[in-house]
């Protein structure tokens, strides 16, 4: 069983930066697809970036140019850089994991704040 713990997020203004880490536990996950979600308050919870065991990474048109998304498989652990932050990205931010047989794994959420 994969555990994940996320961390990192924060109180930032408007155009500032913050990166968010993913440290997965239990298992090896350098050869998993990992994301990024977010869930803001009355919202569904939505993709924001992932990054496939091969490193390609894909983005929401929302954070596209502005967020980045990388792994480091010798510290198990995925990263969002997120940079030039607006108030609208204003979430919780939750990592999972893409595990065997369509499962997933997910971390207990980290919150990004960001004040105009």
């Known amino acids: 069983q994969v555990q994940l713990v996320e961390s990192g997020g924060g109180l930032a203004q408007a155009g500032g930066s913050l990166r968010l880490s993913c440290i997965a536990s239990?298992?090896?996950?350098?050869?998993?697809?990992m994301e990024w979600y977010r869930q803001a308050p009355g919202n569904e919870r939505k993709l924001v970036a992932g990054?496939?065991?091969?490193?390609?990474?894909y983005y929401a048109d929302a954070v596209k140019g502005r967020f980045t998304i990388s792994r480091d498989n010798a510290k198990n652990t995925v990263y969002l850089q997120m940079n030039s932050l607006k108030p609208e990205d204003t979430a919780v931010y939750y990592c999972?994991?893409?595990?065997?047989?369509?499962?997933?794994?997910w971390g207990q959420g980290t919150q990004v704040t960001v004040s105009s």
């Open positions: 239990g298992s090896n996950v350098s050869l998993n697809q």
């Open positions: 990054i496939t065991a091969s490193r390609r990474s």
């Open positions: 999972t994991v893409l595990l065997a047989g369509g499962k997933t794994s």
